[in-house]
C-alpha cells in the first residue's frame, strides 16, 4: 500500500467524494493488504487526520460531519469478512450522550458480529442510563463506549458510575475514540479496562474477555 494511502482516503472524505474513497480502498486492496487489514491500515489512519485536522481547526465541525458520513458510507469496504459461529458472548455498544460519530462504532460492531459475538448496538447519543438498562435487561457484562469528542469522551465515566451504583461491578467498559487514542489517561478516568483502537483490537480485547470469563468459569 502506498504510503500517502490514508491522506488520499482522509481528502476523499473532505472532498465528500465517495467514489474516490472506495478507488483508494480498491488500490489498497489490489496493493495486497487483506480484508482484515484493510480497517486498521488504511481507515483508522484517514480517520486520525480527520479528526487531528478538525481539533486544530482545519476543518470545521460542520466540514467534519460532513466527512464523516462519507466515511461511513464506505465502512462496509474496510469491514473484516467472514462469520463465525455464535460465541455467545453479549456486547453492547454505543455512542456517548451528545456524540453524534458513529463510524469507529459502526466497523467494530460488524467486526464483532462477523466474529461471532452477539452485538447489541445503542447506536448514537445514548445516556448512561440506556447503557445500565441494557446491561440489567440482556445479562450483557461486556460494554463499548464509543466517544470521538473530547467532551462526550469525558464523560464516559458516567457509564462505569451508574453501572457501580447499581451493583453491576462486574461489568467490563471498553472505550474508543480519538480522544482515548490521544490521551489514555482518559480512559483510566472512565473506569474503562481497555480502549479499542480499531477493528482488529475490538476483535482482540473480547476475545481476551471472553476467553478470561470462561476460565473463571471452568475454574
Not at 40 to 48: H, I, Q, R
Not at 111 to 126: M, Y
Not at 143 to 158: D, H, I, K, N, Q
Request: a negative charge; proline letters at 4%; glycine letters at 8%.
Amino acid at each position: 500500500m502506498a504510503d500517502d494511502a490514508p491522506l488520499k482516503l482522509y481528502h476523499a472524505f473532505v472532498d465528500q467524494d465517495p467514489a474516490a474513497a472506495i478507488s483508494v480502498i480498491e488500490q489498497a486492496r489490489a496493493s495486497g493488504v487483506t480484508q482484515a487489514h484493510l480497517f486498521d491500515a488504511l481507515f483508522v489512519p484517514s480517520m486520525g487526520l480527520l479528526g487531528g485536522a478538525w481539533a486544530s481547526g482545519e476543518i470545521d465541525e460542520v466540514a467534519f460531519t460532513q466527512a464523516a458520513v462519507v466515511a461511513e458510507q464506505v465502512t462496509s469496504f474496510v469491514t473484516p469478512p467472514s462469520a463465525s459461529a455464535d460465541t455467545g458472548v453479549v456486547v453492547l455498544i454505543g455512542c456517548m450522550h451528545k456524540d453524534h460519530h458513529a463510524v469507529g462504532k459502526n466497523v467494530a460492531a460488524a467486526a464483532l458480529k462477523e466474529a461471532g459475538h452477539r452485538v447489541l448496538d445503542l447506536g448514537v447519543d445514548v445516556r448512561p442510563e440506556e447503557f445500565l438498562e441494557k446491561v440489567e435487561e440482556t445479562s450483557a457484562r461486556l460494554v463499548v463506549v464509543c466517544a470521538e469528542l473530547l467532551s462526550t469522551a469525558r464523560e464516559a465515566g458516567r457509564v462505569r458510575d451508574m453501572l457501580t451504583s447499581a451493583g453491576h461491578t462486574d461489568v467490563v467498559i471498553l472505550v474508543s475514540g480519538g480522544p482515548f487514542d490521544a490521551d489514555p489517561e482518559l480512559a483510566k478516568s472512565a473506569g474503562a479496562n481497555g480502549i479499542v483502537h480499531g477493528a482488529e483490537s475490538a476483535l482482540r480485547l473480547v476475545a481476551r474477555v471472553a476467553d478470561d470469563r470462561a476460565g473463571r468459569a471452568e475454574a
